[in-house]
């Protein structure tokens, strides 16, 4: 893993190269380091960390979302990259709010990202813009809302005990 | 050594002896059996049963699954048909059949996701009667420890469920258990519609 | 939410056009032949459904194949018909109680699924794990890797024909159930990890039953290698069919030994070593030109090579605790709860808030039976994590469907799916 300094260096790294507000934040935590990105520049950075930096990550492992509810901007898009010959991760991070939630796909860099992606769509509400195919994966495909959110419901139903099992309505009432 | 002689034709000779039972049948066969011989013949290997009973001996014994593997459980039930250990067959029910129109029951080993519902009241719909459904596990019966936007919660919501099976997974003996109970239960049973089993006024198809 | 559905309103588009995977477009033009193929202007390409309900028992899989022939021009996965919303799940329950929800996912390989996400967290608690912990979760997770190669074994063989490897691998793999019934009382799905070790020490006799095991089985796969390795036919279905170049497979993100037998050595196991695997001496397996035999050779000797890690590990296994001594995240002996006050308070709070962690997010990648397994896990805090998110092998595993079976027959493809070793629980969660 790239250590603190390390993080650092990539960090100014590609401020330098695409631009001082591409960078917004770094984070070394245990041992592992994330890179936050805006998210207009999520591909570019992705790019340039897969082919030109003096240390190169060319492969993506995962992309996956998470939903930071109550803090702003909510959903964040994590991409999960690695490199094989230096046993080396980097996580980089983008944060986009519900009401814009556009990220520019990676899946012509990286062909893994096409079901991930798919899943995050699905899941949070992502949109990346340049996905071959945006559609639901998961849920079916009419399906409305995106369970992953903080603040959908869990769904299910009551459990029955025998101090509500008369309130509760059954399927054949 | 002792030799022991006993008469054939006599009442004091064991009836489940082999070779007495050889001998009887040859006889039968070539027409020397008279009388009192060949009614006692012929009453110690009649059974006297109703068609119903026949039928559903028949169909108990011979029960066909549907290969219906779902999740976890469809682990557990494939060491049911498939270890040496507990094995299936032994009861008639080892032919799983890949098509629905060629099965009698349909064990339902797994989780039900609202995705999968419709295609799997499809396939129960294809299924001839008589049928028989064993909601295997607890994801099955209930949605198990799944209680949420994505499961049905239980299978028996949209078909019935004759038998459940709890366990999360079962082993391969309780789904046997389970696959017994079934046996016994379409044995001793009268009716084989289930809406008049199960009095489900109100679903039936109109199509 | 009804904002951003409206411009993907998939209702709109009639079902054909939204599911069709080859459109008709693509042709050169409509009625033109084909080049390569025999197809002329009275034919047409057949689209069929295969799944989600079908006799290969790899699960709910859907494969929207469109058929030239017996030529498969296009073939698109359809995943979701077992999702269960486990990762939502995992979000309403405690640290400890999302370790049964998270086995459930990729169920051949619960162990794996625990391990991922126990690490996770013992991450996120900055907590070191005992030494013996550390050697019995090796032993059960190779053990566990064993299984699941059994029964890939047994599944694949029986898709391919070969109905009689079906009976002995599941009779070798009760075996190890068994085992596992002895140490965790469950055969599958058995909660044995926990956060800060393994659930309880081996019980007396395991130690004898699992080395029975270790000597028989070395001459049970000699017998499965006897039955299938020179089978004219599965030669003739496996050699050369379904090859995917390892640049693809780095490009698809697919690691283990799908990417092994393409002749790249990566596993996590060595390149990166977590629990103790840097003490064990073992070999990877690779093959060669990754096509579906070498995946066949490659998943057959790492049966052998974990059979070595079980055995050292037996033989090595150190004294100490089997789970951490932190009594903040581990639950106390119980013959402490009628001595000491302290211990019964932190019981206390263990089974009903369960233990807190500190912010932060991590992600954990280990090597599961199919490739690479990560677990990503937000915690705010609280007792209850805000995201556990898996990076499951087999769903990204499947996105190489497509590469390995245009152009090819569909039986090559049926045995492409034999040899992906896809786990729809893994891939739908």
């Known amino acids: ?173 | 050594m002792e030799v022991i002689r006993q008469a054939v034709n006599g009442g004091n000779a064991d009836p489940k002896d082999l070779r007495i039972n050889q001998l009887r049948a040859r006889q039968l066969l070539r027409g020397e059996l008279e009388g009192e011989d060949l009614d006692r013949y012929v009453e110690d290997r009649m059974g006297l049963t109703t068609l119903e009973q026949a039928q559903n001996w028949a169909r108990a014994n011979a029960l066909f699954p549907l290969t219906f593997g779902l999740a976890c459980c469809a682990i557990e039930m494939i060491s049911v048909v498939g270890s040496p250990r507990v094995d299936a067959s032994r009861f008639g029910a080892e032919v799983f059949r890949a098509s629905p129109r060629q099965a009698d029951m349909i064990i339902l080993s797994g989780r039900v996701s609202i995705k999968m519902a419709p295609i799997l009241r499809r396939i129960y719909d294809q299924m001839l009667e008589p049928k028989w459904v064993i909601a295997m596990g607890a994801c099955a019966s209930s949605a198990g420890m799944f209680n949420n936007y994505a499961l049905v919660q239980g299978a028996d919501k949209f078909m019935p469920v004759d038998v459940y099976v709890p366990g999360c997974p079962p082993r391969p003996e309780a789904l046997m258990y389970g696959i017994i109970k079934l046996q016994n239960k379409i044995k001793g049973d009268p009716t084989l519609g289930w809406r008049a089993r199960y009095n489900a006024k109100g679903t039936e198809e109109l199509a | 939410m009804t904002d951003v559905e409206h411009t993907h309103d998939p209702l709109a588009v009639p079902y054909r056009e939204r599911e069709q995977s080859v459109s008709m477009e693509r042709m050169d033009e409509p009625g033109a032949p084909i080049p390569g193929s025999e197809l002329d202007e009275y034919s047409e390409l057949f689209t069929i459904n295969i799944g989600p309900h079908h006799p290969a028992t790899h699960g709910v899989l859907r494969l929207l194949t469109t058929l030239e022939g017996e030529i498969v021009k296009d073939v698109v996965p359809i995943i979701g018909y077992l999702h269960t919303g486990i990762e939502k799940s995992c979000e309403d329950q405690q640290y400890w109680k999302v370790i049964p929800f998270v086995e459930r996912m990729d169920y051949l390989s619960y162990y794996f699924n625990a391990t991922a996400f126990c690490m996770a967290v013992e991450k996120l608690l900055d907590e070191e794990v005992p030494q013996r912990a550390q050697y019995l979760r090796v032993i059960h997770l190779e053990l566990n890797r064993i299984a699941s190669h059994l029964f890939w074994l047994g599944t694949s063989a029986l898709d391919l024909g070969a109905i009689t490897m079906l009976w002995w691998a599941l009779r070798d793999r009760d075996m190890i159930l068994d085992l596992f019934e002895m140490s965790s009382g469950q055969r599958l799905h058995t909660r044995y990890i926990q956060v800060g070790g393994v659930f309880e020490d081996l019980p007396p006799g395991w130690d004898t039953k699992c080395r029975e095991f270790l000597a028989r089985m070395p001459s049970r796969i000699d017998q499965y290698e006897a039955l299938l390795d020179r089978n004219e036919i599965l030669l003739q279905r496996l050699k050369n069919t379904g090859v995917v170049s390892e640049e693809r497979l780095l490009e698809l993100g697919i690691t283990g030994p799908l990417l092994r037998a393409t002749g790249n050595p990566w596993d996590l196991r060595k390149a990166d070593p977590y629990s103790c695997y840097d003490h064990f001496d073992f070999k990877i397996p690779v093959g060669t030109t990754g096509d579906n035999y070498d995946r066949f050779r490659v998943r057959m000797a790492e049966m052998r090579e974990s059979l070595k890690i079980i055995e050292q590990a037996l033989d090595g296994l150190p004294e100490g605790q089997y789970i951490s001594d932190n009594r903040k995240i581990a639950l106390p002996p119980r013959h402490e709860l009628a001595t000491s006050m302290e211990a019964l308070i932190h019981h206390f709070k263990l089974v009903t808030e369960g233990f807190r962690v500190p912010p932060g997010e991590v992600y954990q990648p280990i090597e599961a039976p199919r490739g690479e397994l990560g677990c990503y896990v937000l915690a705010d805090g609280s007792s209850k994590p805000a995201r556990v998110h898996f990076r499951d092998t087999s769903f990204v595993n499947l996105q190489m469907l497509p590469d390995m079976s245009k152009g090819h027959l569909l039986a090559d493809m049926i045995a492409g799916v034999a040899m992906l070793d896809p786990i729809i629980g893994g891939v739908d969660r």
């Open chain 1, 1 to 173: 893993m790239p250590d603190a300094t390390g993080l650092e260096l990539i960090a100014a790294e590609v401020r330098e190269q695409l631009g001082h507000e591409t960078v917004v934040d770094t984070e070394f935590f245990r041992g592992r380091a994330t890179l936050q990105v805006n998210p207009a520049s999520v591909r570019d950075v992705l790019r340039y960390l897969k082919e030109e930096a003096g240390e190169t990550f060319p492969h993506l492992m995962s992309v996956h979302g998470c939903d930071y509810l109550p803090e702003e901007p909510r959903l964040g898009v994590h991409y999960q990259l690695l490199s094989m010959e230096r046993v080396d991760r980097l996580n980089v991070k983008t944060r986009v709010t519900v009401e814009d939630p556009a990220v520019p796909s990676v899946v012509d860099l990286f062909p893994t990202a096409n079901f991930q992606e798919r899943e995050v769509y699905d899941m949070f509400g992502v949109e990346f813009d340049g996905h071959p195919d945006p559609r639901r994966i998961l849920m079916p495909e009419d399906y409305v809302g995106h369970p992953q959110r903080r603040d959908f419901p869990m769904g299910g139903e009551e459990v029955l005990f025998t101090f509500n099992e008369h309130q509760v309505p059954r399927w054949y009432d």
